[in-house]
């Protein structure tokens, strides 16, 4: 294994989103502009590129929506409920969020605990002002406070470098891709028999439709590819700020070598949200591996690469 330095990694993963983000941008605008070219093709020419400001206007609209509004609809879709204080273990989560938030200057994000057997944790919202931290009933259950804090300091992490938002722009982004590439190719055969009643489009227009074509099916595949690497790189910068919030950089790898030893599905934690969670809920081995292949597929990086990066830090090896 590459000996490589967490704090090294934030420069490039802060450079990397912003590609990722340029990314789903350009892949509106194709899906945008294919659509006009298959308009002009047809024989109808609105004089603005109208498809085009469509799917970008679509896509604003979405992020705009999931931020207003969907970390709610992700606590709901988990069956998260509100901290029970009177609850000892979760009075001492409590406990240990304010820690942290007092920690990393930031203010106190609302709690609530899954009813879950397997461990395993989130964090959702818009930002320090907006924001919620989830972990499940097992999490409680199998941790010590040491570890129960690496684990919170990594989401904390997350709240106070903004990824929650930055995951959920990327989330809702990625499908407003998947839809517009459904609709217009739901909306091809109307295109066709447009182009085979009027010939008027030119050599121009029919090149805009064949790469339009490609593209309704290469769209869906990079979203899916672009939203699951920009996951893993803020994992690796949530475990660097979480160690630096604790001191600790030991507590959150004995908390994740207890986390990728259960490796049974989260039930409670649909795969839409996978992305969010310190480690995958749905218990695949993919995650495991290391290679462009599985780093394609993957949600997070290799647990064991992410302990001996912590071990790392505390100046010791991984065994």
Not at 51 to 63: D, E, W
Not at 237 to 261: C, F, M, W
Not at 263 to 270: D, G, L, M, N, Q
Request: with cysteine; glycine share 10%.
């Amino acid at each position: 294994m590459t000996s490589t330095n967490l704090y090294e990694q934030q420069k490039r993963n802060i450079g990397n989103t912003r590609l990722f983000l340029a990314g789903f941008i350009l892949l509106l605008a194709i899906l945008g502009l294919g659509a006009d070219g298959l308009l002009y093709a047809g024989g109808f020419s609105p004089g603005l590129p109208l498809a085009t400001l469509g799917a970008l206007g679509f896509g604003g609209l979405s992020a705009w929506w999931s931020l207003h509004g969907g970390d709610q609809a992700v606590l709901e879709s988990t069956r998260a409920v509100a901290l029970n204080s009177s609850d000892p273990k979760q009075r001492v989560l409590e406990n240990v969020v304010e820690e942290m938030a007092i920690a990393g200057g930031l203010p106190k994000p609302r709690i609530y605990v899954i009813p879950d057997s397997d461990p395993n944790a989130f964090a959702t919202g818009t930002g320090p002002e907006k924001s919620s931290i989830a972990v499940t009933q097992g999490l409680l259950d199998s941790l010590t406070r040491d570890e129960l804090q690496g684990v919170v300091s990594h989401e904390m992490s997350h709240v106070k470098n903004y990824d929650i938002r930055l995951m959920t722009v990327v989330a809702a982004l990625a499908g407003a891709v998947l839809l517009i590439s459904d609709w217009s190719r739901r909306g091809l055969s109307f295109g066709g028999r447009r182009r085979d009643s009027d010939r008027g489009g030119g050599g121009l227009g029919i090149l805009f439709v064949i790469l339009w074509v490609v593209s309704l099916v290469l769209a869906p595949i990079i979203a899916q590819i672009v939203s699951l690497a920009v996951a893993r790189q803020r994992e690796y910068l949530a475990d660097a700020s979480g160690a630096e919030l604790t001191r600790n950089p030991l507590a959150l790898a004995s908390a994740l070598e207890k986390i990728a030893a259960a490796v049974a599905p989260t039930p409670s934690i649909k795969q839409g949200i996978a992305h969010l969670c310190i480690e995958d809920p749905r218990g695949r081995t993919i995650d495991e591996r290391e290679g462009w292949w599985a780093s394609l597929l993957s949600t997070h990086p290799p647990v064991s690469r992410r302990i001996a990066l912590l071990r790392e830090m505390a100046y010791q090896k991984a065994p």
